[in-house]
């Protein structure tokens, strides 16, 4: 065993266990100790707090709605941030955490989710699960019950949600919304047959009712826990009915029955309620359709002619697009490197200015300026010409490359800008001493040492012009529309607008996320696919650098 430590006294005589009196000696252990509980540390308890308690609300909130797969995925993430944050030995992790976070929420799971959806029919009529397909169905079929009685009714709100209070036979009040039925309300006051006032609700005003007339007119309360005992709807918002659902659903046999025609529906593959003559209920539920989105996609003649298109163009438009910008903005970015040009600086302001506009205002701004009659391109600088520049399917085209071109150029001209300015200054004279000449140095030196920084960004640009949906929205909204197309899609259309379509969230069509999902899942595997091989290739140019 090792002797226990010690320290001199004034006559050199070793004291174990004294403080050792020389300056800056304290003992390691104990200075860590009082920088754990430094104000460092209190900012990040304070900090980890907050997120203990966003994360707290998060997993309530999945447990409330049944997301069990969102609990456990913030359950996980709330561990290995506390043991983070909290460890000595995650030092790296503390720095790279909120990264991984990010991706795994924003990219993985987007990606993964997406993947998940283009195998299943989710969309109009297919939005949600089995269960609530069959209360949706018992709902949405109610005729009101002949002979019942009417009630006096009085419509109430509970914070943003509108409820309904009625006045019973017996002189009862009972309340509900359309999430809780009606129960008693005790301490309600009744003035003739009308309630006046409800704890823990407030009794809206006639105006505030007619301004909510539409939300009332489609509220339903149910009467009790048990569906098949109805619901309570009213047309004046001052008399409320009962209405029972034709629609019978047996549990047991998974059977829907209609109780006025006697026809009975069973579940098919499709996730709908369907008869033995093939008619089905207008309410279904989501199911895996393995690979039928795909085969739509690419086998459907609505779908698969229009996409082959809209492919073509896609692939011109973003190199085209690319092209264009780059060339524009590296001529431009030559004429401006050169030392003989005076107000260089002014001039280069002037070249930025549009990359200063928002995209998606600029392309409204071009959607005015280019309108067929009224836009300052005809009527002014045209002489009052018409020419279709939106709305001739070659014409639009030209527009969106023109518009992207004012938009991109100043990007290319910045970063070409850079790299001019960045190339050594002693290659270039060693090749002036070689004999080389200006065509000889630009084609040999000056383009291939550019190429080395630009390249990487001429990919992203590819990627993003790919995918540049502000534009195609704001400008042409995908149009003008294919003649021959039962789908709104259009000669403008790129693929990530098509699946904008598609997705029918504009409401110009019935929504097919599955449909939608698939085309994403093609679009970012061409995008994929193109910028690896693109990255490769470019690996060449690291050899000149």
Not at 354 to 383: E, K, Q
């Amino acid at each position: 065993m090792s002797a226990p430590q010690t320290t001199a006294d004034a006559t050199g005589v070793g004291v174990p266990g004294a403080e050792d009196p020389r300056p800056g000696r304290e003992r390691p252990r104990d200075a860590s100790h009082a920088r754990d509980y430094g104000p460092g540390f209190v900012a990040k308890l304070v900090l980890m707090a907050v997120v203990d308690a966003f994360g707290v609300y998060v997993v309530w909130s999945a447990w409330q709605a049944d997301s069990y797969g969102v609990l456990a995925a913030t359950l996980a993430l709330l561990v290995a941030a506390n043991w983070a944050y909290f460890s000595r030995r995650a030092l790296p992790m503390k720095y790279i955490l909120p990264g991984l976070v990010f991706l795994l929420v924003y990219q993985i799971f987007v990606v993964a989710y997406t993947g998940y959806v283009a195998f299943t029919n989710y969309g109009t009529g297919h939005n949600t699960t089995k269960e609530q397909a069959v209360s949706a169905l018992l709902v949405q079929n109610e005729r009101r019950v002949e002979g019942s009685p009417s009630s006096p009714l009085t419509v109430v709100a509970d914070g943003d949600a509108l409820g309904f209070a009625v006045v019973t036979e017996d002189g009862d009040v009972e309340v509900g919304t359309a999430d809780s039925p009606l129960t008693v309300a005790d301490g309600a006051t009744v003035d003739g047959d009308r309630v006046t006032e409800v704890p823990g609700y407030t009794v809206l005003p006639r105006d505030q009712v007619l301004q909510r007339q539409g939300e009332v007119n489609e509220l339903r309360v149910p009467v009790s826990d048990d569906p098949e005992d109805g619901s309570i709807r009213t047309t004046d918002a001052r008399t409320g009915y009962v209405y029972t659902s034709v629609l019978e659903y047996d549990e047991a046999a998974d059977t829907m029955t209609d109780t006025t025609t006697g026809t009975v529906y069973t579940p098919n593959d499709q996730g709908q309620f369907e008869a033995e003559d093939g008619s089905t209920l207008a309410v279904g539920w989501r199911v895996p359709v393995g690979f039928d989105n795909f085969a739509t996609a690419f086998g459907d003649s609505r779908y698969a002619e229009p996409f082959l298109k809209i492919l073509l163009w896609t692939f011109v438009f973003a190199v085209g697009s690319v092209a264009t910008t780059f060339l524009l903005g590296l001529f431009l970015a030559i004429t401006f490197n050169d030392q003989r040009m005076r107000g260089r600086r002014f001039y280069r302001t002037l070249m930025i200015l549009p990359y200063a506009i928002p995209g998606f205002l600029a392309a409204l701004l071009w959607s005015g300026l280019l309108n067929t009659r009224f836009g300052f391109v005809n009527s002014v600088l045209l002489g009052g010409a018409e020419i279709p520049w939106l709305t001739d399917p070659w014409l639009a085209k030209l527009a969106v490359l023109g518009v992207n071109l004012w938009l991109g150029f100043p990007y290319m001209f910045l970063i070409c800008t850079g790299a001019l300015q960045s190339l050594p200054a002693d290659v270039m004279e060693a090749a002036k001493i070689d004999g080389a000449g200006r065509w000889r140095t630009w084609r040999s030196v000056t383009l291939p040492l550019l190429l080395v920084a630009t390249a990487p960004l001429l990919i992203s640009s590819f990627a993003f012009n790919f995918n540049n949906f502000t534009l195609i929205y704001m400008l042409t909204g995908g149009g003008p529309r294919f003649a021959d197309a039962s789908v709104p899609l259009g000669h403008t259309d790129i693929l990530i607008s098509m699946v904008y379509s598609i997705s029918g969230v504009d409401g110009s069509a019935p929504k097919d996320f599955g449909l939608a999902s698939a085309l994403s899942i093609v679009v970012f595997l061409i995008v994929g696919t193109i910028s690896a091989l693109a990255f490769r290739a470019t690996r060449k140019f690291e050899e000149i650098s």
